[in-house]
């Protein structure tokens, strides 16, 4: 484990032009309070959101029009946490957990949407958190913790199939979710402990393997920021964690050994909302971050890592943050404003 101490210039640079969509709100009422993931359904960009009845509903771009969807709920069971998307089939599957701890999958086919339960895994522990979602040689993963902290695998090739992927050594220590990614040991979750320490784990031979990413000296990690691999290789993984004091870390995998640096935050600035990561067409790597006026910035590594405004919307900037990816040659941030209202920039 090494640490790198040098931070990024913090310098603002223009970010060129980025225009800034109202896409609106589903209407009738509804009120979305989390993201439910992003795909390329159909060909189309899609935003998944959950509503505060336990509903889901997509934003897409038909053609040139953004359009609302509404996918509804199983009868009569009413999702409460969304876990994210994976690719089945062509298909893309949203994953979402009722009010019991049981997951489901939606999915489009033959022109509508269908709803089906996977279930739970073997245990009376209740699901609670999603980590991540992974797509990796041609099997769908998706990483989710109980209220116990014990970290399952649900991947499907020819079928749901659970694996309890159990707990770092020592046992409970409160993990909190941070991303999935596919690496070069196939795909790996990625949680934090209550005392701030980074965790990788991954199957090897169908067996649980723990690994601690440590921390830098001194730092005291708040929340996640985003995951991402580089370069198409799944051997060039990036973990961001956010400090309590606003500044960004990134964790790098090189080779065998994993690097931190303090991506530090822009002058005079403090950051507190992860609007998640991307990488645009060219190779370049995003980080988008929110400071407390509602000012978008992204970080993004040339010669050194450099910070850049994107500004904010008129409405003053994002409550939830609903997702970011790349279509082609456009680049996306989606969030919610505090009126509910879905915002896009790029």
């Not at 935003?47 to 996918?71: E, F, H, I």
């Not at 991303?179 to 979750?189: D, K, Q």
């Not at 609007?275 to 060219?282: H, I, P, V």
């Not at 900037?317 to 915002?343: C, E, H, K, R």
Request: glycine residues 14%; hydrophobic residues 40%; contains cysteine.
């Amino acid at each position: 484990m090494t640490e790198q101490l040098s931070g990024p210039d913090n310098a603002a640079h223009d970010s060129g032009p980025l225009q800034w969509i109202n896409l609106g709100m589903p209407g009738g009422g509804v009120q979305l309070i989390a993201s439910a993931g992003t795909s390329m359904n159909g060909g189309n960009p899609n935003v998944l959101g959950l509503d505060n009845k336990g509903s889901l509903w997509n934003c897409w771009r038909n053609d040139g029009a953004w359009q609302w969807t509404s996918l509804g709920q199983p009868a009569g069971v009413p999702m409460r946490h969304p876990m994210g998307t994976v690719n089945i089939g062509g298909a893309t599957v949203v994953q979402l957990l009722d009010d019991q701890g049981a997951l489901w999958s939606c999915w489009l086919a033959d022109g509508a949407w269908q709803w089906a339960s996977v279930g739970q895994p073997p245990t009376t522990a209740r699901l609670l958190h999603g980590v991540g979602t992974v797509e990796n040689n041609g099997e769908a993963i998706v990483y989710l913790l109980d209220d116990t902290s014990v970290l399952w695998q649900l991947a499907y090739t020819n079928g749901w199939q659970w694996t309890s992927l159990g707990q770092p050594a020592g046992g409970e220590r409160g993990l909190m979710p941070v991303a999935a990614l596919p690496t070069r040991n196939g795909s790996t979750a990625f949680v934090l402990d209550t005392d701030a320490i980074l965790w990788a784990c991954y199957l090897n031979q169908d067996k649980p393997v723990w690994t601690t990413l440590n921390q830098p000296s001194g730092l005291q990690v708040g929340a996640s920021a985003g995951a991402i691999v580089t370069n198409g290789q799944a051997n060039v993984a990036n973990v961001f964690v956010r400090d309590p004091k606003g500044n960004l870390w990134g964790c790098v995998q090189n080779a065998t050994t994993w690097q931190w640096t303090n991506l530090s935050h822009p002058a005079n600035v403090s950051l507190y909302l992860s609007l998640g990561t991307f990488t645009a067409t060219g190779g370049d790597l995003y980080v988008f971050l929110q400071d407390t006026k509602g000012i978008l910035w992204f970080c993004k590594p040339t010669t050194s890592w450099r910070w850049a405004s994107v500004g904010q919307s008129s409405s003053g900037g994002f409550t939830v943050p609903m997702g970011a990816f790349v279509v082609g040659s456009d680049a996306y941030v989606f969030g919610l404003d505090y009126m509910g209202n879905l915002w896009r920039c790029g």
